[in-house]
């Protein structure tokens, strides 16, 4: 399941909670619609550009979820966070006064990330 802070741009994971949003509250009533109710200027400009481009997509859930080993968007999205965060503990592991315990603790959480990344996709809802 997408995780909303698996998005790096701001404006993008903004529209995706509100479109998350509207969908279960019941209230999704289309993108014209939706595109009034975005208050950032800068969103609403992603999703006019977005509508207009004369792109259908092919299989949509296979392209998020992915298929025949092909990565999905949904997961891309999740390994590039923890790549993210890992980078920051790695950082932090340079610093040259951090203690032997302080180092076991950024090592375990690195492990954990790692770990999390080789685990599958819940199910895209």
Known sequence: VLQLDWIPHGDVREIVARRFELQNKGEWTGAAAFLTQLENAQARTLVSQALAEDRPLN???????????KQGVVEFLRDKSIERRAAILNQEMAHPNLTEAQQRELLEKKSNLMAEKKQPIGRVS
Not at 59 to 69: C, M, Q, S, V
């Open 59 to 69: 299989e949509p859930e296979k392209i998020l979820k992915g298929y025949l080993g």
